[in-house]
């Protein structure tokens, strides 16, 4: 049994989430990050929100002109990308980066799947099987042969194991009739897919791409697929060989922390109240402004942003520093604050309002300040 076991780990994939939001706009600086990412930068999360860590700096040179062209790609909200990052040692992980672009922002969450440890296990497995010709028994991903014929059918020509649960078929029920991979894609992703396939067998490029498989009836789980043409058979079809992964806890992964950031900007658009989100090393950098803040300084989103750099303290005035000591000092001895000073608002209107803070905890440890402004009087 300890064998087994020993063999089940020698072979499995191995997974590392990183998330980190940039500005698109202010040189792809880094503003926010989780402690995963700023362990793996070798960097403390205040540093990064005080802004002293940019993308190009984890990026290696030859990359960073097609990774910035691809997250800025006109009218494109999701990005998909693989490439290397550099960690805390300099040295190149290789991981699977998903980007999704705000609407009417310049901002930019990326979320990071470290799978350099899959990749590497992927690579000796290669070496491996070269020497002893068993990769398809060994290898922990779903391997697969497929000919794709005149029709553009992808004709099965044989699977391992893994491949078969992925499936959800075994080798002896898809040996018994003419299996066909294109029969098991979403029909949303049929287009892609096929446009890969048609590059592929005209440049003789590998293709990397990921869609969903149906596993069972109506039931489809997310594959990332790598694939390329090994030989042609005797009619003139090329036979490719591919090998599948299961991403579909990856895919659920971003999708919650979609959705969790859109609750969160519904909630705050909706909450009553001035609100906002500081950290306490920069308490006038304001993230997550409600919709009452936006109406209370009576600048918009993106003035606020391109204007002001979504920094407050800059509708504030000179005494700016002497505010930001003494939230800072009440914070430390009570975990809240509370100050009373004037905005510039839009249109030469001076707001006199109270700020009361709390620090809180998150989940992954690291600290933020919630503000609330609350106006006492104009001028």
């Known amino acids: 049994m300890e064998n087994i076991d020993n063999k089940i780990e020698e072979h499995s994939y191995e997974v590392e989430?990183?998330?980190?939001?940039?500005?698109?706009?202010?040189?792809?600086?880094?503003?926010?990050?989780?402690?995963?990412?700023?362990?793996?930068?070798?960097?403390?999360?205040?540093?990064?929100?005080?802004?002293?860590?940019?993308?190009?700096?984890?990026?290696?040179?030859a990359d960073r002109d097609f990774v910035f062209k691809k997250i800025c790609k006109k009218n494109t909200k999701y990005v998909y990308i693989d490439f290397d990052i550099l960690d805390k040692n300099n040295e190149p992980v290789f991981i699977h980066c998903s980007a999704k672009n705000y609407e009417n922002s310049t901002l930019c969450r990326l979320v990071f799947a470290d799978v350099s440890k899959s990749r590497e296990?992927?690579?000796?497995?290669?070496?491996?099987?070269?020497?002893?010709?068993?990769?398809?028994?060994?290898?922990?991903?779903?391997?697969?042969?497929?000919?794709?014929?005149?029709?553009?059918?992808?004709?099965?020509?044989?699977?391992?194991?893994?491949?078969?649960?992925?499936?959800?078929?075994?080798?002896?029920?898809?040996?018994?009739?003419?299996?066909?991979?294109?029969?098991?894609?979403?029909?949303?992703?049929?287009?892609?897919?096929?446009?890969?396939?048609?590059?592929?067998m005209a440049t003789g490029e590998p293709l990397d791409l990921e869609y969903r498989v149906m596993t069972h009836r109506d039931e489809f789980i997310w594959?990332?697929?790598?694939?390329?043409?090994?030989?042609?058979?005797?009619?003139?079809?090329?036979?490719?060989?591919?090998?599948?992964?299961?991403?579909?806890?990856?895919?659920?992964?971003?999708?919650?922390?979609?959705?969790?950031?859109?609750?969160?900007?519904?909630?705050?658009?909706?909450?009553?109240?001035?609100?906002?989100?500081?950290?306490?090393?920069?308490?006038?950098l304001t993230d997550y402004i409600s919709g009452d803040f936006v109406r209370l300084i009576g600048y918009s989103r993106d003035e606020f942003e391109q204007r002001f750099g979504n920094d407050l303290s800059k509708l504030i005035g000179e005494n700016s520093k002497e505010l930001e000591k003494s939230i800072k000092a009440q914070v430390s001895k009570g975990g809240r604050a509370e100050i009373t000073y004037k905005i510039n608002a839009r249109g030469a209107r001076k707001a006199l309002v109270r700020d009361i803070r709390k620090l809180v905890t998150q989940q992954d440890g690291t600290q933020t300040l919630i503000c609330e402004l609350e106006e006492m009087s104009n001028q």
């Open 17 to 61: 989430f990183l998330n980190c939001t940039v500005d698109k706009a202010d040189d792809f600086k880094i503003i926010d990050s989780d402690s995963h990412f700023a362990d793996f930068a070798g960097i403390h999360p205040s540093k990064i929100k005080q802004g002293k860590l940019f993308l190009r700096d984890i990026l290696k040179p």
């Open 121 to 200: 296990k992927n690579r000796k497995l290669k070496e491996k099987a070269t020497e002893a010709n068993y990769l398809i028994d060994l290898v922990a991903g779903g391997v697969c042969l497929f000919k794709v014929t005149p029709e553009m059918h992808f004709d099965v020509i044989y699977m391992n194991d893994a491949c078969c649960r992925l499936f959800g078929t075994t080798k002896e029920s898809y040996k018994e009739r003419v299996y066909r991979i294109d029969e098991l894609m979403h029909p949303k992703d049929k287009t892609i897919v096929y446009q890969a396939i048609g590059r592929a």
């Open 223 to 284: 594959c990332k697929c790598n694939a390329a043409v090994q030989k042609y058979d005797e009619d003139g079809s090329p036979i490719f060989h591919a090998i599948f992964t299961d991403i579909t806890r990856i895919k659920t992964a971003e999708k919650r922390a979609d959705e969790a950031n859109e609750k969160l900007i519904n909630l705050l658009e909706n909450l009553t109240g001035a609100i906002f989100f500081a950290s306490l090393e920069k308490p006038f």
